[in-house]
């Protein structure tokens, strides 16, 4: 202590006359008890687990155990299931985030629970304009909106909307037809993308932007025509809702349409491509269901088994979504665990579609999910009517991961078509 009084005047005159500024005693003070407090504070909710006897990762002042997030959400996840089990916490920052992998669990917090409890998904505060889109609308907001978009996507709907689609997959074959006849390996994305592009918009936003038939980026190229966009007569029903919602949830269906779709249709691609048996009995199912590549029909396409089981299989090995998220609205007891308020739960979709003992499916609340099946369907089984998929000297086996938000291949999927006989 001595010492410290009698070096530091020495140091700080000299600091003094060099920088123009020193630090009294009482500011030193001041400093390290603003640090402590700050350290205080940012690590205060680290005890949080461990009072509810929760395993999981230790976390670090900030960064909570975000560290690990370096190879990715779903490399993360993994591991820590090998680890610590069915049920683990990490720190976002220093928020709390309690991962599931229990299906009576997660039953409770996806389904029974929705509308009292797990209502709402971690608010980012990102959102900017789009606040009022179904996806980050919250409570009775998110409640009434939902309400108002779900006419949209009953059977009788996408049965009006299947001709629309059918419009767009026949751009789609003709496209492939021609990278097909030369030979040539087809990148998934560069097809699938404005197929999906398309269709959604052509449902969602009422224009026809044919953005297959257009060589660059369909989203420079295209935002023009999508911002004219009719506001009063998109094909969606959306009676109920302020001009500023009906155009948020139009883009909202854009972001939420294209990407998942185009990138389930690639990865569906590889997956036939990858596995000519299940492909060759595919299109057996194809074939007897519409004889002579006869017109594909929506009900007679809505009941192939096969090619449900076929698109299940595939979202289960590429979930698009790697974790699905809810926070808790108040402390609540599931499962004799008690989780306390604003505590995020997360699933982690892709470890658990993964875990050999148990891969039940969650009931995934896609406002959109069999809008999609219809326009994966009808694709599929169109192309499939005259091509084979199949891998080539240019196909990436297997798939190298891109490991930040959704999931896609870091490279694009490339394959090749093969006429039928
Ligand atoms: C194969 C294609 C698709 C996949 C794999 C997919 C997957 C998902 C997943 C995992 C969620 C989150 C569910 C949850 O948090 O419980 C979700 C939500 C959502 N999806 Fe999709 N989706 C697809 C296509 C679409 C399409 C075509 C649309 C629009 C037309 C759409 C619109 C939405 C919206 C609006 C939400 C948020 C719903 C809400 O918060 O109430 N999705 N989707
Ligand atoms: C595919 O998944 C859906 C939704 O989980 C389910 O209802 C359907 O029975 C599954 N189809 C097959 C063939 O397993």
């Not at 680290?46 to 560290?67: D, E, Q």
């Not at 989203?219 to 025509?225: Q, S």
């Not at 036939?272 to 519409?290: C, G, W």
Request: hydrophobic share 45%; aromatic share 12%.
């Amino acid at each position: 202590m001595f010492e410290v009084e009698l070096v530091l005047p020495l140091k700080k005159k000299k600091k003094h006359a060099e920088m123009g500024f020193y630090f009294s005693t009482e500011t030193w003070t001041l400093l390290v008890a603003f640090i402590t407090l700050a350290v205080v504070y940012v690590c205060w909710p680290f005890a949080t687990f461990k009072k509810m006897g929760v395993p999981g990762p230790t976390p670090i002042p900030f960064l909570g155990t975000m560290l690990a997030y370096k190879k990715g959400f779903t490399v993360f996840d993994e591991n820590c299931f090998k680890k610590y089990g069915k049920t683990w916490g990490i720190f976002d920052g220093r928020q709390p985030v309690l991962c599931i992998t229990d299906p009576a669990m997660i039953k409770t917090v996806l389904i029974k629970e929705c509308y009292s409890l797990f209502t709402n998904r971690r608010n980012f505060r990102l959102n900017g304009e789009l606040y009022d889109a179904v996806s980050i609308a919250e409570d009775d907001q998110w409640r009434r909106i939902r309400s108002v978009l779900s006419p949209s996507f009953t059977s009788g709907r996408l049965k009006e909307m299947f001709s629309i689609m059918k419009h767009h997959s026949a751009n789609l074959l003709g496209s492939m037809k021609k990278k097909a006849d030369k030979d040539e390996p087809l990148e998934m994305k560069e097809f699938f993308g404005p197929y999906s592009m398309d269709v959604v918009t052509s449902t969602a936003f009422s224009v026809d932007i044919d953005s297959l038939n257009n060589p660059s980026d369909p989203f420079v190229t295209n935002i023009k025509k999508m911002l004219k966009f009719d506001l009063f007569n998109p094909v969606f029903l959306i009676i109920g809702l302020s001009d500023h919602e009906i155009l948020s949830q139009a883009m909202i269906f854009l972001f939420a349409g294209y990407e998942t779709s185009s990138s389930s249709l690639s990865f569906l691609a590889y997956n036939l491509a990858m596995n000519p048996h299940i492909m060759k009995r595919l299109q057996e199912e194809v074939d007897s269901t519409f004889p002579n590549k006869g017109p594909v029909e929506y009900q007679a396409l809505m009941e192939m088994e096969y090619l449900d089981g076929v698109i299940n299989e595939s979202l289960r090995l590429y979930p698009i979504a790697p974790r699905l998220e809810r926070v808790a609205k108040a402390t609540v007891e599931i499962n004799g665990l008690v989780i306390p308020k604003d505590m995020v739960v997360m699933v982690p979709t892709w470890t658990l579609h993964r875990d050999p003992d148990l891969w039940p499916e969650p009931e995934e609340n896609c406002i959109g999910m069999r809008f999609a099946l219809v326009m994966m369907r009808l694709a599929l089984v169109e192309i499939l009517q005259r091509y084979s998929f199949s891998v080539c000297k240019e196909t990436e086996i297997p798939l190298e991961m891109d490991i930040q938000g959704l999931l896609m291949p870091k490279r694009p999927i490339q394959l090749k078509l093969e006429a039928r006989s």
